[in-house]
């Protein structure tokens, strides 16, 4: 991957060292998507792409930013923000939230370096919150836990940029592990490890079809029909729904039946593959990736034509166990699940003919080529 020595160096850019280095990585969903928001289940894992920030405190409420996928520098005030719509968002966004909860930070200069693509479905906001925010923790000495800085992550992103986003991509990029998924339960804000067993490989396939969920209309809309659909069944979210519940959704308007049908089923298929993982049981994990993608097109209607030929494609191929799309969709990427050691290879076939028969610029995303 490029990225990361692409650029300006921060002594450069800035005519200072660096007093501060902070990382944090993409992720990937296994399963449980859109579930986050409402209080359902989800199974992410880190991926081991990263995004690295290097920071220097300075005097004044300053913040200059340079970013190697975003340029600058550019520059904002602390003590006088407003949203601007674009990156510095994040940025700002990051300093304002620990402001608000009483912590001391100042201005500061920053140099992002990243290889997660944005707006790939890789959760590339949450890592450069993450990475950020851990930034800032070690930069004014905050004491701040990992799981607090999971939620300001997410506060900055709902608060301060105006994406309406769950918890889920900032708790496991901030608490996650490698070669481990995080089974999380975002209504009870429980978490356990999961380990991925031996016997299968996870790829992701880039569509080349890009989503911002900062203007994300749609997003927001799905968002805003699983409250109306929890509304009118009564519930506080639809993550409380389990599936004794769902003859009740006949009650409701079609769409939204078929909203809250995704997500009560969304979270029996997160279980059922926490069990694969634990059997080591890769096929029927795959399986269960194929289902979710059913639901996700059909009854959530997130996916777009192409990610569904995307998903076909790879699940052609003799060494594919299952693929779906992979975060809050339209566009993004396609996870998918291979026998061990396939990963790779399989996933530049699938791309080599989705790139020929769309003419879209898809890639693949991970594993890293040799
Ligand atoms: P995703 O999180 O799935 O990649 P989002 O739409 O949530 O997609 O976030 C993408 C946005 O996050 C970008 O449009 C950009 O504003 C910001 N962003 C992410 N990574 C970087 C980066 N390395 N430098 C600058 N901005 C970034
Ligand atoms: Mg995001």
Redesign the pocket.
Known sequence: MDGLDAGPGFDELFGVPPVVFAEAPGRINLLGEHTDYNGGLALPSPLGLW?RVELRPMPGGQVRAF????GGPVEGALDEPRRRG??LD?VLGAALVLRKAGHRVGGFAVR?A?E?P???????????LVALLRALRTAYGLPLSDLELAERAQQAEVEFVG?P?GLM?HLVISLGRPGEALLLDLGARRFEAVPLPPGGEMAVLDSGLR????DGASYAARRAECERAAALLGVPCLGVLGEGDLPRLSALPPELARRARHVITEDERVLAAVRALRAGHWSALGALLVQGHVSLRDDFAVSLPEIDLLVEMACAEADVLGARLC??GFG?AVVVATKAGQARQVAEQVVGRYRQSTGRPGAVLWPPGG
Do not use: E, R
């Not at 970013?67 to 975003?70: E, N, Q, R």
């Not at 989503?211 to 900062?214: D, G, I, T």
């Open positions: 995004t970013s190697t996928l975003a674009d990156w994040y992002i990243s997660v944005p707006g790939s479905g890789l959760s590339s906001s949450a890592s450069l994406a986003v991509d989503h911002h969920h900062a975060g809050g993004g």
